[in-house]
């Protein structure tokens, strides 16, 4: 009677495992041949649709349930005739055997409901976004001109946004310029202090810094408008 039940126990773990190839390889081709369709190319076009494939998908869940459940019954009579008085103690390996069995069905079990899983997530998946891919197409064919329009709009937009972008760095840059030469100006005023109190000690001295304070104006003059140009260059070809 074991050796029968080990029989059908090995029969119909092989032919789960067969099943269970050929449902992970259904469920694989099944995101490929949705992929392809995203991609509308002839290469990708697959060779079942996807309405045959949610048929066989069907169809072989039920089939390796049923396997499974006939599986879990013929373990189950292995632990019933290994449960028999006597027969623990006499062989150990049949325990082992049967632990073996158990394994290899929680495996299968554990395997079929993993690819299943991951096969209506995916169909989920497919089918929201073939929904959104569909209400995109709708919505352009039937407004074309609209669409049009928008495009426009949203070109204008990026310019002023590119606009207002470049106007804001050359408003960074000038306050960064004006803070640099503000804390010049404070040095170069305690320099200037230091140095009109050597030349109220030294008339020579004075005049040299009479000359130096002209040259200074003359250059603050040209840096000014020199940054002044730049500027405004720099408005009118951000609005232009």
Same mark, same amino acid.
Not at 16 to 30: E, G, Q
């Given at each position: 009677?074991?050796?029968?039940?080990?029989?059908?126990?090995?029969?119909?773990?092989?032919?789960?495992?067969?099943?269970?190839?050929?449902?992970?390889?259904?469920?694989?081709? @099944?995101?490929? &041949?949705?992929?392809? %369709?995203?991609?509308?190319?002839?290469?990708?076009?697959?060779?079942?649709?996807?309405?045959?494939?949610? %048929?066989?998908?069907?169809?072989?869940?039920?089939?390796?349930?049923?396997?499974?459940?006939?599986?879990?019954?013929?373990?189950?009579?292995?632990? =019933?005739?290994? &449960?028999?008085?006597?027969?623990?103690?006499?062989?150990?390996?049949?325990?082992?055997?049967?632990?073996?069995?158990?394994?290899?069905?929680?495996?299968?079990?554990?395997?079929?409901?993993?690819?299943? &899983?991951?096969?209506?997530?995916?169909?989920? %998946?497919?089918?929201?976004?073939?929904?959104?891919?569909?209400?995109? =197409?709708? @919505?352009?064919?039937? &407004?074309?001109?609209?669409?049009?329009?928008?495009?426009?709009?949203?070109?204008?937009?990026?310019?002023?946004?590119?606009?207002?972008?470049?106007?804001?760095?050359?408003?960074?840059? $000038?306050?960064?310029?004006? =803070?640099?030469?503000?804390?010049?100006?404070?040095?170069?005023?305690?320099?200037?202090?230091?140095?009109?109190?050597? $030349?109220?000690?030294?008339? $020579?001295?004075?005049?040299?810094?009479?000359?130096?304070?002209?040259?200074?104006?003359?250059?603050?003059?040209?840096?000014?408008?020199?940054?002044?140009?730049?500027?405004?260059?720099?408005?009118? @070809?951000?609005?232009?």
């Amino acid at each position: 009677m074991l050796t029968d039940l080990r029989k059908q126990a090995r029969q119909l773990e092989n032919e789960l495992d067969l099943k269970l190839v050929s449902f992970s390889k259904l469920c694989t081709s @099944y995101s490929s &041949s949705r992929d392809g %369709r995203r991609g509308d190319s002839s290469d990708t076009t697959p060779l079942l649709s996807n309405s045959t494939q949610d %048929r066989m998908f069907e169809t072989m869940s039920v089939e390796i349930e049923q396997l499974l459940a006939k599986l879990t019954g013929v373990n189950d009579k292995m632990a =019933e005739y290994t &449960s028999t008085p006597g027969v623990t103690s006499l062989n150990a390996a049949l325990m082992h055997t049967l632990q073996r069995h158990r394994d290899i069905l929680q495996d299968y079990t554990h395997e079929f409901h993993k690819t299943k &899983s991951n096969f209506m997530a995916i169909r989920e %998946r497919e089918d929201l976004l073939g929904s959104v891919r569909k209400d995109i =197409e709708t @919505y352009k064919s039937g &407004s074309g001109v609209n669409n049009r329009r928008t495009e426009l709009f949203l070109k204008e937009h990026e310019h002023l946004r590119n606009s207002d972008r470049l106007i804001d760095d050359t408003i960074s840059i $000038a306050m960064a310029t004006k =803070e640099n030469m503000t804390s010049q100006r404070g040095l170069l005023k305690s320099i200037q202090s230091r140095v009109n109190t050597l $030349a109220n000690r030294f008339p $020579a001295i004075n005049n040299l810094i009479q000359r130096i304070n002209l040259r200074k104006r003359r250059d603050s003059l040209i840096l000014g408008g020199v940054i002044g140009i730049c500027t405004v260059l720099l408005l009118l @070809y951000a609005f232009h």
